[in-house]
């Protein structure tokens, strides 16, 4: 479900509970929900990874295709973002329902990581000017349950880890033109260096302190909430209020803090977990949804 | 489509199997807690998610409600990065509002709607990894959801793609096989009371052939309810030891 309704009392609870820093569910105002990752789970695609953080389930999938880069920056790749919120997260979403969020979580994830400070755009080049990478970032979203900037972001980040591109040859043609030649090989590939790519940390501004990772119960109660892109030297790359209320000055500085401290205690774990299951190799037992 | 070999002269497919072998079938129910029911299905490397709201009340214009049924309401849709080449959108392209619809007819027949006047059942299907045969998974996927979210049905829905290749049928076709030419036929069975739910074929076939063509898929769906039976029956061992009952 994309939103609940609460009643005053429950409000009141989840409200006392966070001025005590102690949510519902056990936690403290920066704690994370359990999350799950694991990377490698769609083979029709060149990476993909699948996060479930609480309830909410998100799939990402990457396809690479070959282009031409954009005339403003010759040498340089691009990412393409879809965000599909699918029927199966909530019957609201059905037809054209789910329209209205995806987009706006497509351009948020546009400003995101579609610059060369977050991603290595540059490698993404294969000639300047004639040939480059794009990639297209599928986002699916497949549950509900809050917190879906941070879970897509860092099933982004677990994707384009993931993601393998096939090395490529550039010889001259025999005509004078440049040949471009794809290995065949599947394990003749190149990664993605996934080093400065942020990810979102979402502060929820709740009475008077400030969550990370909320649940619906908890957003219901909240004002309104900022946005934050951290990479993992604590650079914040992007930052957005949502939400219908209004933040004081005073509370948004401390939000800021908070939000660069919990992203750059975030990108830890979450590499550690990722070279940990690379490492493990064809060893792996793939799960997926199974598990 | 010279090339491609579908079944060499020792009797084996693209993909190593017999003819009339079915792919692996894995599938696990419950894997949403959201929604009322839910169901994942891996056939071969074709995979699929199916969820099922309701019955709940009629969403949206009421003019549809049926006094004497539930209306069941079905989209089928695809993930962009499902097939080889990348898909534009999910959903709302022909190809799925007529798979949509193929859904609805088919659990039309077997979803017991009597039993819930002026109400509306939701199924949604998505497939994350198209390999072939893309609707009988999906049907598949669905009647577990359906099943997981205790509505009753009068019978397990299966559904099989067979092919006709050489003078034999092909069960349960892969992409290669399915896209290599050659007559395909979708089946969804009601295998106790072998009731056809919905049957439908693409490219011609010589009569004489038809017979050993539905033989073929009816065996293959039957096939198919008995490794579905086993998940479900594993599924509520496993729910009731959790549950203490």
């Known amino acids: 479900m994309a939103t609940v309704q609460l009643s005053e009392a429950e409000k009141v609870y989840v409200l006392h509970g966070i001025r005590d820093d102690l949510r519902v569910d056990g936690r403290s105002c920066e704690d994370y929900r359990h999350m799950e990752i694991e990377t490698d789970v769609v083979s029709n695609t060149d990476g993909s990874a699948k996060v479930t ?32 919120c699918s029927a199966n997260a909530t019957p609201e979403f059905e037809g054209r329902g789910g329209e209205e969020l995806g987009t706006e979580l497509t351009n948020t994830l546009y400003r995101v990581f579609n610059n060369k400070r977050s991603v290595d755009l540059a490698s993404l080049c294969i000639s300047p000017g004639e040939h480059c990478w794009l990639l297209y970032v599928d986002v699916l979203l497949l549950q509900c349950d809050g917190n879906l900037y941070d879970g897509i972001s860092i099933a ?76 993992p030297a604590g650079t914040c790359t992007c930052m957005r209020k949502v939400g219908g209320g209004s933040l004081d000055p005073e509370s948004f500085f401390e939000m800021t803090e908070a939000g ?17 299951e690379e490492a493990l190799g064809q060893k792996r037992q793939k799960v997926g949804f199974l598990g | 489509m010279a090339g491609l070999e579908l079944l060499s002269d020792q009797g084996y497919r693209l993909d190593g199997r017999k003819a009339t072998e079915l ?19 891996e056939q071969g490397n074709t995979k699929a998610l199916a969820v099922v709201y309701g019955p709940h009340e009629m969403r949206g214009s009421r003019s549809r409600t049926l006094h004497d049924r539930a209306v069941i309401n079905c ?29 609805k007819q088919t659990f039309e027949a077997a979803v017991m709607t009597q039993l819930y006047p002026r109400s509306q059942i939701d199924i949604y299907v998505k497939v994350l990894q198209a390999d072939g045969g893309n609707y009988s998974v999906c049907v598949n996927a669905a009647t577990l959801a359906v099943i997981d979210a205790g509505i009753p049905m009068r019978d397990y829905v299966c559904a099989c793609t067979v092919g006709f290749v050489d003078e034999t049928p092909l069960a349960d076709l892969c992409f290669a ?11 969804a069975l009601l295998p106790r009371g072998g009731q056809i739910a919905l049957l439908q074929m693409d490219a011609r076939l010589h009569q004489d052939h038809l017979e050993a063509l539905m033989e073929a898929a009816m065996t293959a769906c039957k096939g198919v309810s008995k490794v579905l039976d086993e998940v479900v029956r594993q599924h509520l061992q496993e729910v009731s030891v959790l549950t203490g009952e």
């Open chain 2, 23 to 41: 792919r692996k079938v894995q599938a696990r129910m419950g894997v949403f807690a959201q929604a009322d029911g839910s169901a994942y299905i």
């Open chain 2, 75 to 103: 989209q089928y849709s695809m993930a962009t990065f499902s097939t080889a080449e990348r898909k534009r959108r999910p959903h709302g392209d022909r190809k799925s509002t007529e798979m949509s619809l193929h859904l």
């Open chain 1, 53 to 84: 953080l609480g309830h909410t389930a998100v799939l990402v999938g990457i396809k690479a295709e070959m282009g031409k880069p954009r005339p403003a920056q010759p040498a340089e790749g691009y990412l393409e973002f879809f965000v599909d």
């Open chain 1, 260 to 276: 660069r401290r919990v992203g750059r205690a975030l990108h830890g774990p979450l590499m550690a977990l990722l070279s940990q």
């Open chain 1, 156 to 231: 982004i980040k677990a994707a384009l880890f993931n993601t393998k591109l096939p090395k490529v040859l550039i010889s001259e043609g025999e005509e004078g033109g440049t040949e471009i030649e794809l290995s065949d090989d599947p394990y003749d590939s190149v990664r993605l260096s996934v080093d400065n790519v942020p990810c979102i940390v979402t502060l929820c501004k709740v009475g008077p302190r400030h969550v990370v990772d909320a649940t619906l119960q908890e957003k219901a109660c909240s004002v309104a909430s900022l946005i934050m892109a951290v990479t």
């Open chain 2, 177 to 187: 096989e399915e896209s290599g030419g050659g007559s395909s036929l979708a089946l």
